[in-house]
């Protein structure tokens, strides 16, 4: 069965990095759309970034542009997200996404396989 596994939440003081993984198991990440999204407490679910399955075509929300990274690694089947300059509004659960990004890249709908998260902290 197709599988998603995020790592590498934890605790950072605002203006710090980290980076997150994701690894994917039972497909080829080439085969799909893959993305970022969060949600932070008390809000919704917001998209973060989006990246194509060559990793060629990279895309983010303006409220992390310029801050954070996506990337893909199809030989270790992991997707990635540096995160830089952070903020306490970055401050969510993190969650990796997989699918065809038939009704758009920044659309939950688009995704159809997910990952149970990781937690984002960041301190002021």
């Known amino acids: 069965s197709q599988e998603l596994v995020e790592s590498g939440g934890g605790s950072v003081q605002a203006g710090g990095s980290t980076r997150l993984s994701c690894v994917v198991s039972?497909?080829?990440?080439?085969?799909?759309?893959m993305a970022w999204f969060r949600q932070g407490p008390g809000k919704e679910r917001e998209w973060v970034a989006s990246i194509d399955g060559r990793g060629t075509r990279p895309y983010y929300s303006d409220s992390v542009k310029g801050r954070f990274t996506i990337s893909s690694d199809n030989a270790q089947n992991t997707l990635y997200l540096q995160m830089a300059s952070m903020k306490p509004e970055d401050t969510a659960m993190y969650y990796c996404?997989?699918?065809?990004?038939?009704?758009?890249?920044?659309?939950?709908?688009?995704?159809?396989?997910w990952g149970q998260g990781t937690q984002v902290t960041v301190s002021s």
């Open positions: 996404a997989a699918g065809q990004g038939s009704y758009g890249f920044s659309l939950s709908r688009s995704f159809d396989l």
């Open positions: 039972g497909s080829t990440i080439r085969h799909f759309w």
